[in-house]
């Protein structure tokens, strides 16, 4: 999830733990440790853009990291607040689920976690949006009312609580949405007579209404639509050729096998003017207008000294607010 969701997490649960105690400070060192897991983004300072994205979400976000970290940033706080009568064992507590939550929450987007790590298991269920206002803003509220009351006053542990609870309950209404759009997608390609091999839907941006889907289709893919709110069932589905065939000899290079390995299999080679885009379906397109084709996850493959190399392509960020009305009528039913 976004930064802002993981500090606020990270704040929730360490008032939960030691707000009672120490006040706002729990929600601080719950908001520093809430924001740890992603610090393996300066990955992208010392290496090249496929292993920073390998290593993005691993290690860092395992359980197995936050048992090593949380007895350390405990005994740090512990150092810093020794006048506190809190115990390192109570600090370590506390680090634990700030930083635990946070790969929990991150397992139900798009790219996932390596919770299990070193396992090379990646947990992700597909359930929200990386960012999800409705999710994150009532928690928000929560939290930083909560900080206007004094420690031993009930209402603070009150209010801090029914922002887990209500976080919590959107996050399983999302879960039933997948599973309903899920059987609305398969409906449809059943209705329609079109074969397939398998189903990923998601949750599209900033909402939990409208939902996609890539479908694997054998030579291609599809990808649909559906909005809690369509008043019909009939999804129209765009097809993108797979042509596999085509780059039979690129795929066999160690590093396209690792793309294709990050990506869980759905991808895309097309051929461009100085090499080659190979783009990561998981993330969907720039913008559900057939006329935009872009799409959000792409690397640029070049040959250099007989060597293959990946580059980052960046979206062009083109009529935003076009996009934005889209989605929006999409998400009405439109």
């Known amino acids: 999830m976004d930064s802002l969701t993981q500090i606020v997490l990270g ?15 729990a929600i601080l060192w719950g908001a520093i440790a809430g924001t740890i897991p992603d610090l393996d983004v300066i990955a992208k300072l010392f290496t090249d853009i496929v292993t920073a994205n390998e290593i993005h979400r691993g290690f860092s976000h395992s359980i197995l990291f936050c048992l090593l970290a949380s007895p350390l940033l405990g005994w740090l706080a512990r150092k810093i607040h020794s006048k506190l009568d809190v115990s390192w064992k109570e600090w370590t507590n506390m680090m634990f689920w700030a930083l635990v939550t946070h790969p929990m929450l991150d397992a139900h987007t798009t790219w996932g976690t390596q919770l299990f790590w070193p396992l090379d298991i990646k947990v992700s ?12 803003v009532p928690f928000l509220a929560c939290v930083a009312t909560a900080m206007f009351y004094k420690r031993t006053n009930p209402k603070r542990a009150s209010i801090n609580r029914l922002g887990i609870i209500l ?12 599973g309903y759009t899920y059987f609305k997608f398969e409906d449809s390609l059943k209705a329609q007579n079109i074969d397939y091999n398998e189903i990923s839907n998601r949750a ?16 291609t893919y599809l990808i649909g639509y559906y909005s809690i709110l369509d008043k019909s069932d009939d999804i129209h589905f765009s097809r993108f050729n797979k042509n596999r065939n085509d780059y039979k000899k690129l795929m066999d290079e160690p590093l ?24 990561d379906m998981r993330f969907g397109k720039m913008s559900i207008d057939e006329t935009i084709p872009d799409f959000v996850f792409r690397y640029d493959l070049t ?12 979206p062009e960020m083109k009529n935003i607010r076009g996009m934005f009305s889209s989605l929006w009528n999409r998400i009405k039913g439109i």
């Open 256 to 279: 396209v096998k690792r793309l294709i390995k990050l990506c869980k299999g759905w991808y895309l080679i097309q051929k461009t003017e100085t090499g080659y885009s190979f783009i």
């Open 11 to 25: 704040a929730s649960v360490a008032e939960v733990a030691l707000g009672k105690k120490i006040g706002n400070k």
């Open 167 to 178: 976080s919590t309950s959107y996050m399983i209404v999302t879960l039933g949405l997948k």
């Open 125 to 136: 269920y597909q359930n929200i949006f990386v960012a999800d206002p409705l999710y994150t």
């Open 204 to 219: 599209t941006p900033l909402n939990s209404l409208l939902w996609t889907a890539n479908i694997d289709a054998d030579s």
């Open 303 to 314: 040959y250099e000294n007989g060597a293959l190399k990946a580059s980052q392509k960046q």
